[in-house]
């Protein structure tokens, strides 16, 4: 047996990498073709764009198109730019209509408009209707490859249509059984397919009350309920029980996969589409804007700091101690928003709990204040030997880090309210207030008790 | 049909907790009988303790081993601390073998005693299989009810075979073949099965290159493999190629998930597995240490101050503007840290182009901290009506921010050579760095030139 452990893949990538730089391309073109095109996209994702080009020229025709749709969106958007129109539209017109779907937004008008000329009417109304949805629903999720039955026939004639078939879409694991409205009545494990006697109706076999979702629902509940229900396929309906396509697991791994990217990336005002080896021009420029929105949010702080500079001038000690208030601040108003953040996406949190919720992460956030205020007092004493000093920072951490925890917890549901990405922009929101707030009340309270 | 719309799961877990709020346990029974294990799991987790071990007393026998299963590690281990052990071990023991072996290291001896006496002898050794390797392994992963068949048989014959079975496990989409040794040799779609002639042979329709995994392999490999090759099912095997067991994509979906949980909460010091109803001073202790640590660097960041604290008294302005450097290191080198930890873990950074991405990263660092070291050396003139101190707050920002991008792409590469997971102690580390380097650099260019 071959080299198919998954890991064997990595180490034939890095050494196609290797000897490609030693010897160049005639040396790694047999090997090439050893690759899955899941793993020429690694390939190509893990390589300079001047490499990236020529290797590109070297895959096969029919293994074009699969590696498009597994690469990223940086990547492939220059790969779409260099290639060739017709080249591109062949590749393209090979995929399944859901996949044509996937790359249709990132093609030149020219490749979409040879693209749909060549696939035949069927397919052209199919591709159709899944971009009529938007791509982070599941009709924009879905394929339209769904295999129907009725519910009167024997198991033996969906066998000899399957046989017919020859070949059914991957990840059939169920087949849909639709009345002759089309309409969804329920679904058939392939496994009870096998295991059923000829003779038997479909219908006893049938499981009424399936996992369904429907065109417009967002493709995060979709992976939840593939997640929650351990599904490897579902139907898609329209609102009026209509079947329409299906969607399969591994889409959903890639739902959840580019969330959970999203989600690291996006906190650090990262793109997670964009790919490595850009042009440092362009990864400077997609960094600055979040670094510029960090700069404004400093700047308040300093503003505030500003405002007492004579307390500052009298007692120094006040700016040595005072990046410890709001980073204390900081840190425990972002371990409320990550719980927070995290609860409303799981469901755990909701309006029934909500409250609560908020009691608690406040009663949390100053309960700790307490506990690292009366040891940052205790350290100021010993080091300033100034005990209303030491009273003053204690009190200050008190109030910045209840009131960071407290707005920590409102912030996800609030920003959510008003349509703003909590993942996003709820950080930096929260490190402004934390900052604001303990300088406010560090070099407030000193100015009004020790100067 | 009945509602089966995961959303609608999601109302009427809602309307179970405002009913079960109104009127008691008695109004909600008859609702919790139509909930999925998986959901009746979500509805503990998102009720307070007191509420949950009166529901949990009204679930079903044959659903609470289930619902063991799906809950979160804080949540559970507080409702098998509070049931009856006998009670306990029939819910569990009613589980499939690799549930069982999931469920163990939480168990009371008590119950795993009983549970062990109860099972079969067969079953017992599966259980010491599985136990056998670590939990975030191929091999602790695994199921071990791998349907296997020989290559000379007929699809006929194993038509039959599977008809004895009756039922297939689920997630069966392909069967394994082995020869007499119980080595692995390929694998046969049921698709396949479904549409292929009676008097086939096996071995015309196996592939004999399948995706499989060692027994050893780290669960994350296993997860970039699925999601890779986007598999339903692998087998699992010995390093001699001995077939063990199989994985399912709904362990792998669970372990993507958490792993993106883990992520996400360790990078603000949160424990994922934490029950967010767990008392008080429970939440407070576990989130008391991350804030030790940082009130520890942040200290580190107060001595370097300390040492300048007559430079400061000549001129305050410094106090005021001290804190942009550091905020604007801290945010570049997360920039860069995060982008090496993901391309670690995705596998596009590897030893073969780790320098040029350190040097990228460097650079993209020092551009942005030029066009931001402008911005701010012109609002610091035009603020304090001084040039000097806009040229040093200047040049202070680019060194910061050039070394905290430098430091923050290392920094994961020499954390993981030393064992030391970056996503949990990166961020810490590298604040610490952005702060002294910025400090240090901002108030000594300061104390050399200004005063």
């Known amino acids: 047996m071959a080299a198919t452990n998954p890991d064997n893949a990595e180490d034939l990538i890095e050494q196609i990498i290797t000897v490609y730089g030693d010897d160049g391309i005639e040396a790694v073109v047999t090997l090439l073709d050893e690759l899955h095109p899941a793993d020429v996209a690694h390939l190509l994702e893990s390589i300079p764009p001047e490499d990236r080009l020529e290797i590109w020229q070297h895959i096969d025709d029919d293994r074009r198109g699969e590696t498009l749709v597994e690469?990223?969106?940086?990547?492939?958007?220059?790969?779409?730019?260099?290639?060739?129109?017709?080249?591109?539209?062949?590749?393209?017109?090979?995929?399944?209509?859901?996949?044509?779907?996937?790359?249709?937004?990132?093609?030149?008008?020219?490749?979409?408009?040879?693209?749909?000329?060549?696939?035949?009417?069927?397919?052209?109304?199919?591709?159709?209707?899944?971009?009529?949805?938007?791509?982070?629903?599941?009709?924009?999720l879905m394929d339209i490859d769904a295999v129907s039955i009725r519910p009167r026939?024997?198991?033996?004639?969906?066998?000899?249509?399957?046989?017919?078939?020859?070949?059914?879409?991957?990840?059939t694991d169920k087949l849909f059984v639709v009345n002759r409205n089309n309409e969804l009545t329920g679904t058939v494990l392939l496994s009870d397919l096998v295991t059923a006697d000829d003779e038997q109706r479909i219908s006893e076999i049938t499981n009424t009350e399936p996992r369904y979702f429907t065109a417009e629902q967002d493709e995060l509940e979709v992976a939840n309920g593939f997640a929650r229900y351990n599904l490897v396929s579902a139907p898609v309906v329209t609102e009026d029980m209509h079947l329409i396509g299906r969607i399969t697991v591994d889409d959903v791994v890639d739902v959840i996969q580019d969330e959970a990217d999203y989600r690291m990336m996006a906190s650090a005002g990262l793109d997670e589409e964009q790919d490595i080896f850009a042009p440092v021009t362009q990864i400077t420029r997609s960094r600055a804007v979040w670094l510029g929105i960090n700069l404004i949010t400093a700047l308040v702080a300093s503003v505030v700091i500003g405002r007492f500079q004579d307390t500052i001038g009298q007692l120094v000690a006040l700016a040595v101690l005072m990046p410890i208030v709001a980073s204390m601040g900081g840190n425990t108003g972002i371990q409320s928003l990550t719980v927070v953040i995290r609860g409303l996406a799981?469901?755990?949190?909701?309006?029934?709990?909500?409250?609560?919720?908020?009691?608690?992460?406040?009663?949390v956030g100053s309960l700790n204040g307490l506990i690292w205020a009366l040891a940052?007092?205790?350290?100021?004493?010993?080091?300033?030997?100034?005990?209303?000093l030491g009273i003053i920072i204690g009190a200050a951490m008190i109030i910045t880090m209840t009131s960071a925890s407290l707005f920590g917890a409102l912030l996800p549901v609030l920003m959510t309210r008003y349509g703003i990405d909590p993942t996003l922009a709820g950080g930096v929101a929260l490190t402004t207030v934390a900052d604001?707030?303990?300088?406010?009340?560090?070099?407030?309270?000193?100015?009004?008790?020790l100067t």
Not at 103 to 117: K, N, Q
Not at 153 to 171: D, G, K, N, Q
Not at 346 to 363: D, P, Y
Request: hydrophobic share 50%; proline share 2%; charged share 20%.
């Open 71 to 140: 690469l990223n969106e940086g990547v492939r958007n220059t790969l779409i730019s260099e290639t060739d129109i017709h080249a591109l539209a062949a590749a393209v017109h090979r995929l399944d209509t859901d996949e044509i779907a996937d790359l249709i937004p990132g093609l030149p008008d020219e490749v979409i408009a040879e693209v749909l000329f060549n696939v035949s009417l069927e397919e052209r109304e199919q591709l159709n209707e899944v971009l009529s949805y938007a791509e982070d629903t599941a009709g924009g």
């Open 153 to 171: 026939i024997t198991v033996a004639v969906v066998r000899r249509y399957l046989r017919i078939l020859a070949s059914l879409p991957e990840y």
């Open 346 to 363: 799981v469901g755990t949190i909701s309006a029934s709990n909500a409250r609560r919720i908020f009691f608690k992460e406040m009663l």
């Open 376 to 388: 940052t007092a205790m350290i100021t004493v010993l080091w300033f030997d100034d005990l209303q």
């Open 436 to 449: 604001v707030v303990g300088f406010l009340s560090f070099l407030g309270l000193a100015a009004v008790f």
